[in-house]
Nanobody, 121 residues
Framework: QVQLVESGGGLVQPGESLRLSCAAS????????MGWYRQAPGKERELVAV????????NYADFVKGRFTISRDNAKNTVYLQMNSLTPEDTAVYYC??????????????WGQGTQVTVSS
């Protein structure tokens, strides 16, 4: 089994920054894509950013370009999301997502438990 544990959410004021982390543990042979999604109240879950392969291609949603940075530490099976210049519109539960090849050779997608980010003055 694999577990994803997120940390780093919280309450900040507009213009401030937060850094989210998501660490995977368990039966992991390799991790393909790592990504962050978010879901605001009353809205569907949406992609924020994704990083493919071993620090390969990165894609961002238009609404975070220039403000958020996704990165990964393959040695720690961890993905990060540095969020700068936060606005109230960024308020949501943020979920990490990983596509993992297990030692059994199964390839499965896992989600973190979600971490609340609230941007308010």
């Amino acid at each position: 089994q694999v577990q994803l544990v997120e940390s780093g959410g919280g309450l900040v004021q507009p213009g401030e920054s937060l850094r989210l982390s998501c660490a995977a543990s368990g039966s992991i042979a390799s991790i393909n894509a790592m990504g962050w999604y978010r879901q605001a109240p009353g809205k569907e879950r949406e992609l924020v950013a994704v990083i493919l392969g071993s620090g390969g291609s990165i894609n961002y949603a238009d609404f975070v370009k220039g403000r958020f940075t996704i990165s990964r530490d393959n040695a720690k099976n961890t993905v990060y999301l540095q969020m700068n210049s936060l606005t109230p519109e960024d308020t949501a539960v943020y979920y990490c997502n990983m596509n993992i090849r297990q030692w059994s050779m199964a390839i499965l997608t896992y989600w973190g438990q979600g971490t609340q980010v609230t941007v308010s003055s």
